[in-house]
């Protein structure tokens, strides 16, 4: 059974500061995305990562993914206070299932 | 336009009720989603259809029953309601059964008191 682990669950950070959420699974995936959800809200699709060294940039965020280590990183540049929200990655299982992380709360002081 | 839009948006109600839960989709995808979100934000996948029919059916109380009327529509019927049924149940879609990125409806907020 795939089981995707996030770390840290929670992350506070002043603005202007870089930091790194990893997202790490236990069985062999080639697709991994990451979505943001608002207090509240649904889910924001980010990112979709399909191969090995795939790297995509938005912003302030980049996401990149290692297949052969079984690790995303989502790393944020110089934070902004509009970027608190959680963050969730989710590993393909087989053909059809989405497995997701347990989302990483971020907060971003002033 | 609302790609994916469920209703209601809240629901209260006492337990051993029986409730449910609509959800459509205009962005002419071939596969929809439920997903339950509980309070500690863990996201887990209820069930998938794929052009009406089923295709996921994780390990889910059979007092929950999807039903896929057509393409664009995928309804949550909810029997004898407990206090552990309290989440917020998420629709989604995609073009292809996982492939493709999933669209998330705005939730539907269930509390069962």
């Known amino acids: 059974e795939l089981k995707v682990e996030q770390n840290p669950l929670f992350l506070s950070m002043q603005e202007g500061k870089n930091y790194t959420i990893y997202c790490n699974y236990s069985?062999?995936?080639?697709?991994l995305y990451w979505y943001r959800q608002d207090p509240g809200k649904s889910l924001e699709s980010l990112f979709v990562?399909?191969?090995?060294?795939a790297v995509k940039q938005e912003g302030r965020l980049m996401a990149s993914l290692d297949t052969k280590a079984r690790l995303s990183t989502l790393h944020i540049t110089a934070a902004v206070h509009d970027l608190s929200a959680t963050y969730f990655c989710?590993?393909?299982?087989?053909?059809?299932?989405?497995?997701f992380g347990q989302g990483t709360r971020l907060t971003i002081n002033p | 336009d609302t790609a994916v839009s469920q209703t209601p948006k809240y629901l209260v109600t006492q337990m051993g009720n029986d409730k449910s839960i609509k959800c459509e989709q205009n962005?002419?995808?071939?596969?929809m989603y439920w997903y339950k979100q509980d309070s500690k934000k863990f996201l887990k996948i209820m069930f998938s259809?794929?052009?009406?029919?089923?295709?996921i059916n994780e390990t889910v109380p059979n007092r929950f029953s999807p039903k896929s009327p057509d393409k664009a529509h995928l309804n949550l019927h909810i029997n004898s309601l407990e206090l552990g049924d309290s989440a917020v149940y998420f629709c989604?879609?995609?073009?292809?059964?996982?492939?493709?990125?999933?669209?998330f409806g705005p939730g539907t907020r269930l509390l069962v008191l």
């Open positions: 989604a879609s995609s073009q292809e059964p996982g492939e493709e990125t999933q669209y």
């Open positions: 259809y794929n052009n009406k029919e089923l295709i």
């Open positions: 962005l002419g995808h071939d596969t």
């Open positions: 990562l399909l191969s090995n060294g």
């Open positions: 989710a590993v393909l299982q087989g053909a059809q299932k989405l497995v």
């Open positions: 069985t062999t995936s080639d697709r």
